[in-house]
């Protein structure tokens, strides 16, 4: 019998973000895990790059990348690196189980391929993608595992199989990368079964590359003029190009019905993207999705029309005074003495 463990490393984009694997041997915690080391200077600036293998090749290139494997268990483990498929889907990354090949997989290898990393210790291993002279334009998308096995168990012959990995997203064409880009079509307010109020964020990939979602959502003008947020999206969405998906927002229970004034931020690596709605949650399931408008929050624009209207004034203050300093003084006429007539 075989049991398997998979997860690939999500979330908020961090230098030093790891995943982690359970431990397969009872009696000894800790877990296997792996992240990226090397991040491209060009891309220094992206949060995704920080944690996955995020690049646009030409055909032709080559390049290294460094991943550090961890043990934070008591005894030496014994770890296999090698690259596998991985496809987007319904939303989500999915890395392919064991060895299944696609084309950037059979690019793609590590060294040391079977490292054994000791007790408390760490490996640093290099990924090297190296794309044909004959590849096909198109993002491609992958997976670095780094894989245990438990000991062969007495009773049962259960095999343990736990695998962490680290994403790969490559874009192979010439010149500079395809744009990235959404938009966020609509806002939909629910409740779960257990009554728990939820937003769910209609965005379409109308970029070039995949797309990892992160962002916030905040509430503002409900009833009596309150204010709520921001609530955080759930992490894990991943959109292929031309995809639609919903992203998920959940909030605190005692949110009021609405309506409210509902503004969203979301974003994936370095581009972002806003949009609001004005929303009332339905006392359960699913109310009618509303569409969204882009572009600042309503507050921003309050902002500016007082401004404006400051600006006016002050304008119109300043002409007023300005006409009446060029307004010509009248003067009295002067007196004249009358002419004597002498005889």
Partial sequence: MLVTGLLLGTGTASAAANAHSASTDEGNPGSIGVRLVDVPFDARDDPRARIYIVDHLAPGTVIKRRIEVTNTTVSPRRVALYAAAATVSDGAFLGSAARTPNELSTWTTVSPSNPEVPAGGKVTATVTI???????????????????????????????????????????????????????????AQRAPDGEPMVLATVHNTGG???????????????????????????????????????????????????????????????????????????????????????????????????????????????????????????????????????
Avoid: C
């Fill in 130 to 188: 190296a794309v044909p002279d004959d590849a096909a334009p198109g993002e491609q998308y992958g997976v670095v595992w780094a894989e245990t096995r438990s000991s062969p168990k007495d009773v049962g012959g259960v095999l343990e199989v736990s695998r962490v990995g680290v994403r790969l997203y490559v874009a192979v064409g010439p010149g500079n990368p395809p744009a990235a880009d959404f938009t966020i079509d609509s806002l939909t």
């Fill in 209 to 343: 590359r995949a797309l990892d979602m992160s962002g916030v959502l905040e509430l503002t003008s409900g009833p009596g003029g309150l204010s709520a947020g921001p609530f955080p999206a759930v992490l894990g969405v991943t959109l292929g190009v031309g995809d639609t998906e919903p992203v998920t927002i959940v909030l605190d229970e005692q949110i009021p019905a609405g309506p409210w004034d509902a503004q969203i931020t979301l974003r994936s690596g370095l581009v972002e993207r806003s949009a609001e709605a004005t929303i009332t949650f339905p006392d359960a399931g699913s109310a009618a999705p509303v569409m969204t408008t882009s572009g600042p929050p309503m507050w921003l624009y309050a902002v500016f029309a007082g401004l404006l209207a400051i600006l006016l004034a002050l304008a119109t203050r300043f002409i007023k005074r300005r006409r009446r300093s060029s307004e010509p003084v009248k003067l009295a006429p002067r007196h004249r003495p009358h002419a004597i007539a002498h005889p």
